[in-house]
């Protein structure tokens, strides 16, 4: 990916960076899925989302088990495939569909120095890619190895697969080189009024 974001600056904007052009822009954001569009959110609706998500782990591992037998090489590929697809089109629909209008004008020293303060957390997002990543190998070399697995670890295998294509779709390790590159250009002068 050619573009990256580095930091939200609006209900309905971002700063993004464009590696082509080695410069900083802000993405306009627009459509349903935005906060901007007023839709409610809150953290008890993402809890009661992480529970149901939860329980219908339990039945359909259940279901898996009694009235499905395939292979367990199958299933491993099967769930490995389902999860990363499902990852890929979550993140198409939330924040590729959403993309508006670009504006490649001045962005102010103010605003490239909160980008600065981010670096941290894109540290913190990468070492987690990194251990949800190889906790997610680990898993299916175990479920290999051992040549029996549940229905219900399967789909805790799918659902650890689409965790790590969505914290790789925000791209943590081109976000710290985007600081980098943004650091230089601060030292050159390029963001002075």
């Known amino acids: ?16 960076f464009d590696f082509e052009r080695k410069i900083p822009f802000i993405q306009n954001f627009g459509g349903s899925h935005t906060e901007a569009s007023g ?20 039945i359909l ?12 090489i199958v299933s491993l590929v099967a769930f490995t495939i389902l999860g ?20 490649y004008e001045k962005i102010d020293k ?17 070492m987690t890619l990194w251990i949800f990543g190889i906790g997610v190998i680990m898993g299916s070399l175990i479920i290999l190895m051992n040549q029996k697995a549940s229905g219900k670890s399967f ?3 799918a659902i650890s697969w689409f965790v790590v294509i969505v914290l790789k779709s925000f791209h943590p ?15 050159e002068g390029n963001f002075d009024d």
């Open 173 to 187: 390790q081109k976000g710290l080189k985007a600081i980098k590159i943004l650091k230089k250009q601060m030292k």
């Open 61 to 72: 591992g259940w279901v898996w088990d009694s009235f499905i037998k395939v292979p367990i």
């Open 84 to 103: 990363i697809v499902a990852g890929k089109i979550f993140f198409r629909i939330m924040v590729v569909n959403s993309m508006r209008n670009r504006s």
């Open 155 to 157: 789909l805790i295998l």
């Open 39 to 58: 839709k409610s959110y809150s953290y008890l609706n993402t809890f009661l989302l992480s529970i149901g998500l939860l329980a219908l782990t339990g």
């Open 110 to 126: 103010r605003d490239i120095q909160a980008v600065f303060k981010q670096r941290q957390n894109f540290i913190v997002l990468n």
């Open 1 to 16: 990916m050619k573009i990256i974001p580095l930091l939200k600056i609006s209900k309905s904007s971002s700063i993004y």
